[in-house]
């Protein structure tokens, strides 16, 4: 069996990869923008940015100092393990603690902050069944400065492919400077209201070197990563080549008379970390790598 223990210090150990380390294919993109830009003053905001990564990588520090909210996504294998939503909690409380996190968490009407990053269905954990031989854990600490700016539009059918190009395009200029730019934008299309809004999110999982396997939701990412990019809404919201790192995009069927787009808006700072808990009780790190 998968002990709890093991689950909470994977769990405090998945958050502190998430906050002080980037993953590569993030960081990867900030480089190519540095690289790519010409312009004084959005090269100065990339530089800095660089910078504040490698100084939160070496002295395992938050690299901003909104660590966010911690969204879960647990896939439960056919392996025995002890109570995972207890366990992770438990890690949530501890990695508040010990790495420190912000706790960022707070009763929604009486603003009540218990200091912990938990209550009332926090931390936020998603599950689901698989038939792999071990459990993945995956963690997105989500901050509120991008989280802000996502946004929901029930289009009409007819709308079709113009419609959701013209909602990325009317989001990223509401958006502005205050997401902290260059974002990557997780958009879901079909589905229902909540199921778009869910694969927005869950969208941003995946690494931005990675293009979607239908083809044409494909060309849809390059398309819009690359009109989106022309707006010039640049590092910080000081000009430049790159306003967006990349556009992920999950889609799911939809009933005959409607079509859902959100778009869930994340900042440069692209926290996730993942792993998996074989039954031996080895722990694999997927996105930073290393066991």
């Known amino acids: 069996m998968i002990s709890k223990e093991l689950i909470v210090d994977t769990t405090v150990e998945l958050l502190r990869q998430a906050v002080t380390r980037l993953p590569s294919d993030v960081k990867k993109a900030l480089e190519d923008a540095y690289e790519r830009e010409e312009d004084e003053v959005p090269r100065a905001q990339l530089k800095a940015i660089l910078d504040n990564v490698a100084l939160a990588e070496e002295g395992?520090?938050?690299?901003c100092q909104d660590t966010g909210i911690p969204i879960?996504?647990?896939d439960l294998g056919n392996v025995e393990v002890d109570n995972v939503q207890e366990a992770i909690i438990e890690g949530v409380k501890e990695g508040t603690k010990v790495i420190p996190l912000r706790p960022n968490a707070v009763h929604p009407i009486t603003r009540k902050n218990p200091g912990t990053n938990v209550g009332e269905h926090m931390p936020y954990i998603n599950c689901r069944m698989s038939d792999n031989d071990h459990?993945?854990?995956g963690v997105m600490p989500k901050g509120a400065g991008s989280e802000n700016m996502s946004a929901l539009k029930m289009l009409t059918p007819a709308?079709?492919?113009?419609?959701?190009?013209q909602f990325a395009l009317d989001v990223l200029l509401n958006a502005g400077s205050k997401p902290c730019p260059p974002t990557i934008l997780g958009m879901g299309i079909g589905g229902s209201a909540d199921i778009s809004i869910k694969m927005g999110k869950e969208s941003l999982l995946r690494p931005l070197d990675q293009r979607h396997p239908d083809p044409d939701i494909a060309q849809l990412e390059e398309e819009l990563y690359t009109t989106l990019n022309e707006i010039g809404i640049g590092p910080m919201g000081l000009g430049g080549k790159t306003s967006i790192l990349g556009v992920k995009i999950e889609y799911a069927a939809c009933h005959t008379a409607s079509l859902p787009v959100a778009i869930n808006v994340q900042c440069w700072a692209a926290r996730r970390a993942a792993c998996r808990i074989h039954p031996d009780g080895r722990v694999e790190y997927t996105t930073h790598g290393g066991d």
């Open 159 to 165: 709308a079709g492919l113009k419609g959701i190009k």
């Open 72 to 74: 879960f996504f647990v």
């Open 60 to 63: 395992s520090l938050p690299m």
């Open 135 to 137: 459990i993945e854990i």
